[in-house]
């Protein structure tokens, strides 16, 4: 505690620096021999105990997703500072506040030790729920009940039968509360599952909380809702309990004008409104940074016409679920617009959006990249999903900088109104196709037809329109054929360019595929000639193949020398084994391929084969 016990060195060690012989040059720092206390070691106790709790890693229990691991970070990193100097262990141990996180898998001295140091000081108290520790959970509980009444936020993950483990939460002044009961998925809705009692917890205390996730909780829902107030993240998951009202969660909402996260997924709730009634005041929440809904179709309507967007938003992800047709509609068209700037602020603020066409059904629109965007239009038809992307996303889009991507996965091409309304989507950069197989082949060939049209009227009329006007490249995964279907419809496509008012961009091509072909599956293996000729036809600016993770855009042959053929097996052995068997394994088959192979061919010249290898490593 006194001076002495602020420096690394002992007392009689630190000696005064020599007066200087000329005061007019005084001797440097860098040539006396006298030791010197590092700059930070001279701070005072009280900055150094600031500065080590912002050096650490930070214990928002809503971050972490139950990872058994998660606050290990924060314990290693303790310790650490604790080996640094004496007085950094000093300091360290005797500050309370750093040794307040209790992990159900910490080593038990460790829990102990920070049961001590931790003095009167609010816990942080994390059970993360696993097959490892779950048995320890009713000898866990007891070791730290004598301190239970400390804990300020508190994260609890544990089996159905163990609820009745759980003490009343009643006594507490968490501000942060997260608990997730594992039950069997049979067990739905909650009037099902076998809980023989709920989680206690006061008034009082739910007052007292910023910070709520639960999830399958079985809790007093109407009493909970009625006393969550002041709320910065609100998230909730599987509740099925038909006495909560729409109106119940809208006023703790608006009970919380500084909510930054609202995550709402699996809901069973009774009587949400599909309209806007006009004395219902728009709930304007400024601060709000992340919204997930992940429920009924009419409850998410309901709830977005009554918030207002915030500028602050970076992640939006919007699913409902069963939608009436008519709701869907009146969803999209109505209670989205003023939704529909935060969309397209989160399209330009990341490399670019993409539309995924799952199958026949479902259409998606997302943006991963920077901040979150989400959007799944599956209750409309994928024409109808299309139609209000294009209105939403092609004003915005400069694809000099961005453009937007179309996913095609189970042929939906064929759908009604599909290629009527991308053919003409301007921002439509680039067209991926996964996989390509003859089950979807009619789809493909449609596609194919309309690519091949130049515009979309003939062009003796006055303006013809440019068919994918923005289109710069087309992916075709897994593919399989010759390349003569490709090969007709770029010349179709290029060949009347002077003609048309709107010049269209060069296309790019990948037919790399994602995996090796399945045994007995054989592709076939495109000439040298043919993709050379592709490479060359006007219109076409890159061609990629093969199946290559490091070095896209390789096309390699395996060639016997003995058959004078291409020797597919040997490609189909080689590959398989490099990418499924162990190290060992792939390193035998890189030596048998060098063995065997005694040619292999480049798009863009020679393949040595060392290349070979090294494509399969």
């Known amino acids: 505690g006194g001076p002495a016990a602020q420096t690394d060195v002992l007392p009689e060690q630190v000696t005064p620096l020599p007066a200087p012989v000329n005061s007019n040059n005084p001797p440097s720092v860098l040539q006396s021999d006298t030791p010197r206390l590092n700059p930070i070691s001279v ?38 500072l604790r080996r640094v100097s004496t007085m950094w262990n000093d300091i360290v141990d005797g500050t309370p506040s750093l040794w307040a996180v209790i992990c159900a898998s910490f080593p038990e001295n460790v829990i102990c030790t920070s049961l001590v140091r931790s003095g009167s000081s609010p816990l942080v108290i994390y059970f993360p729920g696993s097959w490892s520790i779950t048995p320890a959970f009713r000898e866990f509980l007891p070791s730290i009940e004598p301190h239970f009444h400390r804990c300020s936020s508190l994260a609890l993950r544990i089996d159905s039968e163990l609820v009745d483990s759980v003490p009343s939460l009643s006594t507490l002044r968490v501000v942060a509360l997260k608990i997730c009961i594992d039950v069997d998925p049979r067990w739905r809705p909650i009037d099902v599952i076998p809980f023989t009692k709920e989680i206690e917890i006061s008034d009082e205390a739910l007052e007292n909380i910023r910070a709520v996730d639960f999830t399958q909780v ?58 806007l009634c006009p004395s219902m005041e728009p709930i304007s929440l400024p601060h709000l940074r992340f919204i997930t809904l992940i429920t009924g179709g009419a409850f998410t309507n309901g709830l977005l016409r009554r918030i207002r967007p915030s500028s602050e938003l970076t992640k939006l992800e919007i699913r409902p679920k069963s939608f009436p047709p008519h709701v869907a509609t009146s969803f ?153 279907i490709i090969m007709e419809m770029l010349k179709k496509r290029y060949s009347m360019r002077s003609l048309y008012r709107h010049q269209i ?56 020398e003995e058959k004078s053929v291409p020797a597919w097996g040997l490609a189909y052995e080689y590959v398989q084994a490099a990418c499924w068997k162990s190290i060992s394994g792939l390193k035998r088959s890189s030596r048998a391929l060098r063995e065997h192979t005694s040619g292999a061919e480049d798009i863009h010249g020679p393949l040595s084969k060392q290349m070979a290898s090294g494509w399969l490593r």
């Open 332 to 484: 999209w068209h109505e209670t989205m617009v003023p939704w529909i700037p935060v969309v397209q602020r989160l399209c330009q603020s990341s490399s670019g959006p993409a539309v995924h066409l799952i199958h026949r059904t479902r259409c998606r629109l997302e943006s991963h990249s920077g901040d979150h965007l989400s959007l799944d239009l599956g209750d409309l038809s994928q024409a109808a999903a299309l139609r209000w992307i294009q209105d939403v996303i092609s004003p915005v889009t400069d694809v000099e900088k961005w453009g937007l991507e179309l996913w095609a996965y189970g042929g939906p091409f064929g759908n009604d109104g599909v290629l009527e309304t991308i053919q003409t989507m301007w921002g439509l950069t680039t067209i991926i196709i996964s996989p390509v197989n003859r089950f979807f082949w009619s789809s493909l060939e449609a596609l194919f037809n309309v690519l091949g049209q130049p515009t979309t009227d003939s062009a003796g009329t006055p303006a013809p329109k440019s068919t994918f006007p923005t289109l710069q490249k087309l992916v075709l995964h897994t593919w399989k054929w010759e390349l003569n």
């Open 43 to 80: 701070l005072p106790f009280e900055l150094m105990e600031i500065v080590f709790q912002l050096a650490l890693p930070s214990l928002d229990i809503m971050a972490w997703d139950w990872d058994v691991r998660a606050c290990h970070p924060y314990m290693a990193a303790l310790y650490i």
């Open 218 to 275: 079985p809790m007093d829902w109407t009493r909970t809702l009625e006393h969550l107030r002041g709320l910065r993240t609100l998230t909730l998951d599987g509740v099925y309990d038909d006495t909560i009202t729409h109106e119940q969660i809208l006023s703790a909402l608006a009970a919380s004008p500084c909510i930054e996260t609202i995550t709402i997924s699996d809901m069973e709730i009774g009587d949400p409104p599909l309209g």
């Open 505 to 560: 961009p060069d296309l790019a091509l990948d037919l790399s595929t994602l995996e090796p072909s399945s045994r007995g599956r054989r592709g076939t293996i495109i000439s040298f000639s043919d993709a050379k000729a592709l490479r060359e036809l006007d219109g076409v600016k890159e061609v990629r193949m093969g199946w290559a993770r490091t070095q896209p855009g390789i096309l390699a042959v395996i060639w016997d």
